[in-house]
């Protein structure tokens, strides 16, 4: 049986993309999903999808900027199924552009989702799993998060954040003997809806050009569902996964 069969896991940003494969891969080893997204016809058709397949899926519309209805998404979780066992942080957006195109309120709109986002769902779920001495958050970085790049200025600062996030609650909860498993993924060029998120015209052709090496999301929610596979003592606490050609 698998370590992944009975789990509960949130995913947020599973609309689409890494969120959405990773809810496919995960249902089909057994998990029990808590699906959260804006889009509600997208959450719907992803979970009669699941459970066409025999899988277990909820959905709850979310907006992670929004630390009330994270908090709201959490309680459901628990009222469901009495647990949270696996939070995937998957929601971002990348809208990139030089410093000097000034496009500030872009720059709120990444640091709400990409930073607070993640740090609403951790706060969200951390107390139940801390009372069960149980669980394991897998937290969406990016490549970005490792090298900066003209353009990306701003994005690169919430990646670096979300590893810095990681690491300081692995540590913490390392030294609390709570168990808590915690797993910072950086994916390099991936096929989604991410770069419809650009609307500088010149970033956006380079960033078309650059993801034509891009892997589909599939291979990314392998990586998380290998991760959650892990025996509870062990974590896998980083991983850098790029399509082979990819350089940068």
């Not at 979310?62 to 209805?69: A, E, G, L, N, Y």
Request: hydrophobic share 40%.
């Amino acid at each position: 049986m698998s370590n992944i069969q009975d789990k509960v896991v949130i995913i947020t940003g599973a609309s689409s993309g890494i969120g959405e494969a990773t809810a496919k891969e995960l249902a089909s080893k057994g998990a029990k999903l808590v699906l959260a997204a804006r889009r509600e016809d997208r959450l719907k058709k992803l979970q009669v999808e699941i459970q066409s397949s025999g899988g277990q899926a909820i959905y709850k519309v979310t907006d992670v900027t929004s630390r009330q209805q994270v908090e709201e998404l959490a309680a459901y979780a628990l009222k469901e199924f009495g647990k949270i066992d696996v939070l995937v942080n998957n929601s971002g957006i990348m809208p990139q552009a030089f410093l000097s195109e000034n496009k500030v309120d872009e720059w709120d709109k990444m640091i709400d989702v990409n930073i607070k986002g993640v740090l609403y769902a951790i706060a969200a779920i951390l107390p139940s799993m801390r009372e069960r001495k149980s669980g394991h958050v897998i937290n969406l970085s990016s490549v970005a998060g490792h090298n900066i790049y003209p353009g990306g200025t701003v994005y690169c600062g919430t990646k670096f954040a979300v590893r810095a996030i990681s690491e300081g609650l692995r540590q913490e909860e390392a030294m609390s003997g709570t168990n808590i498993r915690v797993t910072n993924i950086s994916p390099g060029a991936v096929t989604s809806e991410l770069l419809e998120t650009t609307t500088d015209s010149t970033m956006k052709a380079g960033l078309d050009e650059f993801y034509k090496v891009a892997i589909d999301a599939d291979r990314i929610a392998r990586a998380i569902a290998f991760a959650i596979e892990q025996p509870s003592d062990v974590g896998i606490n980083e991983m850098i996964i790029r399509p082979t050609v990819q350089v940068g």
